[in-house]
């Protein structure tokens, strides 16, 4: 388990912060954006308690139980909408996105919230129990890593 800590590679100059394409630095996020790098590659996990409670990094402490033992578990390849929604006024971050529907799925012990891609809802609620695979994708304002869902046929 990554313990979360910024190694200041070259990359960066040893900030913790990344440059972007405009010059702006965005503030690293060590262990969250490992976790969004392994998704990307398949190889997604949550960390998981012996108590099978299951959470996301960068977490050091199971926050069900409290518990300072925890796992990496793969994540199941495929999970299930709880919730979404059609957002059409979007954050900036967003705003050439819009329209898109962002959802909340369950994958085993930990939920994933993201954008859903590959399916022309009217307001997300038929989308509710529909089987999706996760991934990470780029946003088309700024081509920032966005986690994915789409839909299993």
Do not use: K
């Not at 190694?7 to 976790?35: H, M, Q």
């Amino acid at each position: 388990m990554s313990d979360g800590a910024d190694d200041g590679g070259a990359d960066d100059g040893g900030t913790g912060d990344d440059e972007t394409s405009d010059g702006a630095s965005t503030p690293r996020n060590a262990g969250y954006d490992e976790w969004l790098a392994a998704l990307a590659t398949g190889e997604g996990y949550a960390l998981v308690c012996p108590d099978g409670h299951g959470s996301l990094p960068p977490r050091r402490v199971c926050p069900e139980c409290g518990s300072t033992s925890l796992s990496e578990e793969p994540l199941p390849a495929v999970g299930t909408v709880e919730t979404a929604t059609v957002v059409h006024v979007p954050p900036p971050r967003f705003a050439d996105d819009a329209p898109y529907v962002t959802a909340i799925a369950r994958f085993g012990p930990v939920r994933l919230t993201g954008v859903l891609r590959g399916v022309v809802p009217e307001d997300g609620s038929e989308l509710v129990g529909r089987a999706v695979e996760s991934g990470v994708s780029e946003r088309e304002t700024d081509g920032g890593s966005v986690v994915v869902f789409r839909p299993v046929n």
